[in-house]
């Protein structure tokens, strides 16, 4: 596709649930990224995947977040036992990294609103 | 932790009116980007500084980023309803791709 899209647009869930985010990024795009952002604050870096592999997962903020990117393409975000504190938008991006500083531009999806109850 | 401190908060401006942001970093910056995000969308890219004290110009827009790439700021020559949205800095350290956002500052034009 164009851009990166991301789905569900947005998840209403029950506290306790596992919910599922996918991510499919632009073609070509090595880097991928998750990040969620909650009313009126800056995105919160998850996580960044160079590839297949989680290159940097410092931000997960505990074992319940989990991400794959199995093909080094479409990645899944995955929140098991959800609570009501997880309720944010959660941003993808890709970007095709160069040799140089940083990490490029980066190109958001429209996010997964998710809603816990 | 590294920070990164965005003033102002909110900004309501008359249209033809100045308007500048301001991005202070607790600790020294590899790289600077800016992105904007209108009401209900998604963070869009629009520059990246990475020279010290590197000034970049688009259109009516103007970045700055500071000699000791701690600071960086975004400037805004005659707004336009154009401009409404939220900004943000977003700046990365070393060799990692890990980008730390500001809070954003958002921009209100009145017409």
């Known amino acids: 596709g164009a851009g990166v899209s991301q789905t569900p647009s947005n998840k209403v869930t029950e506290k306790g649930k596992y919910v599922e985010l996918r991510c499919d990024p632009i073609s070509g795009h090595t880097a991928l990224y998750w990040y969620r952002q909650s009313l009126g604050q800056g995105p919160e870096f998850l996580i960044y995947f160079q590839g297949t592999g989680a290159a940097d997962d410092s931000g997960l903020p505990n074992d319940r977040f989990f991400a794959v990117r199995p093909e080094g393409s479409v990645s899944t975000l995955k929140i098991q036992r959800t609570e009501r504190g997880d309720s944010a938008v959660y941003l993808c991006?890709?970007?095709?990294?160069?040799?140089?500083?940083?990490?490029?531009?980066?190109?958001f999806g429209e996010g997964s609103r998710l809603t816990v109850l | 932790g590294q920070q990164v401190m965005q003033i102002p908060q909110y900004q309501h401006v008359q249209e033809g009116e100045d308007f500048t942001t301001y991005c202070n970093s607790s600790t020294t910056l590899s790289n600077i980007q800016w992105y904007k995000q209108r009401p209900g969308g998604h963070p869009v890219f629009l520059i990246q500084l990475v020279k010290s004290g590197e000034v970049k110009k688009q259109k009516r827009l103007t970045f700055q980023f500071g000699e000791a790439k701690k600071n960086s700021s975004l400037h805004i020559t005659a707004t336009q309803t154009t401009d409404v949205g939220t900004y943000f800095c977003?700046?990365?350290?070393?060799?990692?791709?890990?980008?730390?956002w500001g809070l954003g500052t958002s921009l209100a034009v009145n017409p």
């Open positions: 977003a700046g990365g350290t070393g060799n990692n791709r890990k980008l730390i």
């Open positions: 991006a890709s970007s095709l990294l160069t040799d140089g500083v940083g990490t490029g531009e980066l190109f």
